[in-house]
């Protein structure tokens, strides 16, 4: 089983839809998350960063971990065509040889206007 | 802001050349890193830094090296450049506060090895 699996999609939703992106993991030991954006032909971006269980919302943006189910989601409200991108998780533990930041492959996102 | 900028966006070379791909970093961040990309692959750890000469491989350090002689630039070297390294080459940095957590990444370089 791979650390970190995330669907790589394409996905195509219209303008203003809620979209769901999602990783699982299985190293009980993760328990920093982070969302990155990479634009086309850009380096990626962090656009979220949080801690052990539960939400955080940043704008139109909110990331949830469920520790219990090892699953991670990136919510986007009123998607807009400039959200069109590639979504990476990333996810490390702490101490040991968990300090390296393991991604998943990343969910091509575009947005339709 | 914190900046992260590569010597190149775009670099060919030739099998068997020696490359050098440079990293600088403005943000005074203990950390950094060097990844290569690949479809279907991702991102993958080629080396990281703590401190300045302190070296760590990652998961594909093979045909690599790194340089640290400063706190503000990473260099990753290709000793005897081959097709097979033909990628995505990504640096990224974070501060101490945070670990290996928040990295911050460069633009990234587009290797060719013919």
């Known amino acids: 089983q791979k650390e970190v699996e995330q669907d790589p999609g394409p996905l195509s939703v219209p303008e203003g839809a809620i979209v769901s992106l999602n990783c699982t993991y299985s190293?009980?030991?993760?328990?920093?998350f982070m969302w990155y954006r990479q634009y086309s032909r850009k380096g990626p971006e962090l656009l979220m960063y949080?801690?052990?269980?539960g939400n955080k919302e940043d704008g139109r943006f909110t990331a949830q971990v469920d520790k219990s189910s090892k699953y991670i989601s990136l919510f986007i409200r009123d998607s807009q065509p400039s959200d069109s991108a590639t979504y990476l998780c990333?996810?490390?533990?702490?101490?040991?040889?968990?300090?390296?930041?393991?991604f998943g492959k990343g969910t091509l996102l575009t947005v339709n206007p | 802001d914190v900046k992260v900028t590569q010597s190149s966006r775009y670099l060919v070379k030739r099998t068997g050349e020696k490359v050098f791909l440079e990293c600088v970093q403005d943000?005074?961040?203990?950390?950094m890193f060097w990844y290569r990309q690949d479809p279907g692959l991702g991102l993958r750890l080629i080396y990281f830094?703590?401190?300045?000469?302190?070296?760590e491989k990652g998961d594909i350090p093979e045909g690599y090296s790194v340089s640290r002689e400063k706190k503000e630039r990473f260099s990753l070297i290709l000793e005897s450049a081959s097709t097979n390294q033909t990628s995505m080459y990504l640096c990224?940095?974070?501060?101490?506060?945070?670990?290996?957590?928040?990295?911050?990444f460069g633009p990234g370089t587009r290797l060719t090895v013919l």
């Open positions: 990224a940095s974070s501060p101490i506060e945070t670990g290996y957590n928040e990295q911050f």
């Open positions: 190293n009980s030991a993760f328990q920093y």
């Open positions: 949080t801690y052990s269980s």
């Open positions: 990333a996810m490390t533990g702490s101490g040991g040889s968990n300090y390296k930041l393991t």
């Open positions: 943000m005074d961040h203990e950390n």
């Open positions: 830094s703590y401190d300045v000469k302190m070296k």
